[in-house]
């Protein structure tokens, strides 16, 4: 299938066509013209007021993974310890990621239908003391949204580890208040709330975060160092995609327009109505409760009577494309897409209706 009737996969979402016609566009070149630095800076600011923080922002090229791995790579030297925070498939991936590089990574483990516990996380960091934590906003394959970054930040000041988030599939579609989360390198990619290609992605990166990156000294393609005064110095590593950065600006003065609250208050309506029909229908949710589900992605049980093939192949004959899964929880729980361009009630009533036939 190259494109979906009704498209509700949680990423790549589908791509408003205001965002498709900018690549009609014939751009000059990236690294030479002071247009593109007045654009990457005038998205700089959009991305701190959108997610609440005075942090630097970098922006990159590459979808999302790009960055995780950066945030590991340009933070740890091998043998160097991280606890990475998990209640999920993305959470527990940075600990293999971290090992992948020669840290030496612990994992704070909690079932992928809940969310993590604080004090848990206390006490393993005290214990532990990692030079880094990370966590996971949005656990995108679990459909869960942690409610507690505040506190797990908290706990990153007092044993004196750096704070890195992954808020890919969150920013924009949930209120998410980075300085207040004191988190130190956050990570947002494009292709989720943001509805743009995956080509993309965006990082905060606080001072403490930056001494960090100065002393690993890390070079390679994701190295952040070279990013820090790229408005400034009119210099980047490499040459920049202008199409995916004015998309991104259109991405963000449309979340402006609409308000971060209206936005919010979108996802969270998609979410609210599609739980509402899945338990109409007789889905079962597959987070524990629904206080912690994420307005952007909603994971439902694959229905007992079929196999997530079987399921799968009926929604697509009817024009609907979910998500399927991952890991442990492929073939046992499906998603449904409901961000960015994608947190539209009505497209979720007509996903849900097409289920519903199925069921029946
Ligand atoms: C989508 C996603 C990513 C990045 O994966 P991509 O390869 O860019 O799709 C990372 N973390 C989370 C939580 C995500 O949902």
């Not at 991936?93 to 840290?103: K, S, Y």
């Not at 494009?190 to 905060?204: A, F, N, Y």
Request: overall charge negative; proline content about 5%.
């Amino acid at each position: 299938m190259e494109k979906y009737e009704i498209g509700l996969i949680p990423g790549p979402v589908k791509i408003p066509e205001e965002i498709r016609r900018v690549w009609l566009n014939d751009f000059a070149s990236s690294d030479l013209e002071d247009e593109f630095f007045a654009l990457y800076h005038e998205n700089q600011v959009l991305i701190q007021k959108l997610l609440r923080t005075k942090n630097n922002v970098v922006i990159t090229s590459g979808e999302a993974m790009s960055i995780l791995w950066a945030s590991l790579k340009c933070t740890l030297k091998p043998g160097e310890k991280i606890l990475a925070v998990s209640s999920g498939l993305f959470g527990s991936g940075f600990a293999d990621m971290a090992r992948a590089i020669g840290a030496y990574a612990e994992t704070c483990e909690f079932p992928y239908d809940e969310v993590p516990e604080p004090e848990k996380v206390y006490e393993h960091a005290k214990k532990f003391r990692p030079k880094v934590i990370t966590a996971v906003h949005c656990e995108t394959p679990s459909g869960t949204l942690t409610p507690c970054l505040a506190e797990i930040g908290k706990i990153a000041r007092e044993v004196e580890a750096l704070f890195v988030v992954d808020f890919v599939s969150s920013a924009g579609g949930v209120e998410l208040d980075v300085d207040a989360c004191k988190i130190d390198i956050g990570l947002l990619g494009s292709q989720k709330v943001l509805s743009l290609t995956p080509s993309i992605s965006i990082s905060t990166i606080s001072p403490h975060a930056w001494q960090i990156i100065n002393d690993v000294n890390y070079s390679g393609y994701e190295a952040f160092a070279d990013w820090r005064e790229v408005p400034e110095k009119k210099f980047m590593p490499y040459t920049h995609d202008w199409h995916s950065m004015k998309a991104l600006n259109i991405s963000l003065e449309n979340i402006m327009n609409e308000g971060i609250d209206g936005a919010c208050a979108r996802h969270s309506e998609a979410a609210k109505l599609c739980r509402d029909l899945g338990r109409e229908i007789g889905l079962e949710l597959f987070p524990k409760s629904e206080e912690i589900c994420s307005p952007t992605v909603t994971a439902f049980y694959v229905p007992e009577k079929f196999t997530w093939e079987n399921f799968n192949e009926r929604l697509r004959a009817r024009g609907l494309a979910v998500g399927g899964n991952y890991g442990s929880l492929a073939g046992k729980v499906f998603r449904i897409g409901h961000m960015g361009s994608q947190a539209d009630s009505d497209l979720v009533r007509r996903g849900m209706k097409i289920i519903r036939e199925v069921l029946a």
